[in-house]
């Protein structure tokens, strides 16, 4: 697998943009930064080397400077609060991407749905959407209008945008919301609870229509009858046996084999590796039903193989 370039970033700008989310933006530090699309995102490695996933959520159209928005976990692994409480402007960083797994497919009609910092990856479709002509409507919802990032920003849409804060009007009403999409494409960013609702609604519509983007895994797939398998590296010249409890991307680095990869719970897709042949078995959060069934593509930090063998590109 060919490793991503990293690129060194300034922090040119932090600002508080709710409660407990601030954004950043950055500036390439001796470098020009890559373009991207709407829904990309990229990896920051910070100064203690833990690296994690932000959403781009400024404009494409601006080749200068991206920007972030991040959210203070407070149940995190401290990357969050290093970013919301200590990281101040004129900071180095070290990205790496952007890569797009929630990619925005040209449209007439669109239906947003996003909860809390959910809202950044949809920011950028929104403008692009806006510029294609195409018809949207963002359903945004919070726990409470102070926790809502980006609403200065948002509120010059005017009424194409709803604001739902919970404690002051519920949950958003998801059965109106679909019920009347009319053919639009539906794309989701926030909680879980939030991307299991609209994805129970959405069981049978047609393949494609709806698309989500998660900050954390989707329920783990059933591990009781995991079999051994054998993988073959196809550049590496080697072939070795994945264990029961053992990842693909843990047996390649036992073997000494250079990996990409970042969050290794199969939301983030910097460990994605072809599939030259076999089966394999998908448990990451990242692939479309359609990417999973030409079976060509896989993260090998979670998914397995269907069979008794793979050969990856590796």
Not at 57 to 70: H, I, K, Q, S, Y
Not at 96 to 120: E, M, Q, S
Request: charged fraction near 25%.
């Amino acid at each position: 697998m060919p490793t991503e370039p990293e690129f060194d970033v300034v922090v040119v700008r932090k600002e508080k943009i709710a409660d407990d989310a601030v954004s950043l933006s950055l500036r390439g530090a001796g470098a020009a930064l890559p373009a991207w699309s709407p829904g990309a995102h990229v990896d920051v490695v910070l100064p203690s080397k833990k690296v994690r996933q932000y959403s781009l959520c400024g404009d494409p159209a601006n080749t200068e400077e991206w920007r972030l928005g991040v959210l203070r976990e407070e149940s995190g692994r401290g990357g969050s609060a290093y970013v919301c409480d200590e990281l101040t402007e004129g900071a180095r960083l070290t990205v790496r991407g952007p890569r797009n797994h929630f990619a925005l497919v040209p449209a007439g009609n669109y239906v947003f749905i996003a909860g809390g910092i959910g809202v950044t990856p949809i920011l950028p479709m929104l403008q692009a959407a806006t510029r294609a002509g195409a018809g949207w409507q963002l359903w945004y919802g919070g726990r409470r209008s102070s926790s809502m990032a980006f609403l200065d920003e948002l509120a010059a849409y005017g009424d194409r945008v709803r604001l739902w804060p919970q404690e002051e009007r519920g949950l958003l009403p998801l059965d109106d919301i679909l019920a009347k999409r009319d053919g639009a494409l539906v794309y989701c960013c926030g909680p879980a609870p939030l991307l299991e609702a609209v994805e129970e609604r959405a069981r049978e519509w047609p393949t494609g229509t709806l698309r989500v983007e998660r900050f954390a895994p989707a329920s783990a797939a059933q591990a009781a009858d995991d079999r051994p398998f054998e993988v073959e590296l196809a550049r590496s010249h080697k072939t070795l046996t994945v264990l029961p409890g053992a990842s693909i991307l843990q047996t390649v680095e036992a073997a000494g084999v250079f990996a990409l990869s970042s969050c290794r719970e199969g939301t983030c897709g910097t460990c994605e590796t072809e599939v030259l042949e076999g089966a394999p078995d998908h448990r990451d959060s990242v692939l479309t039903d359609a990417e999973r069934a030409a079976g060509d593509v896989m993260m090998i930090c979670v998914s397995r193989a269907r069979g008794a063998r793979l050969v990856l590109d590796l």
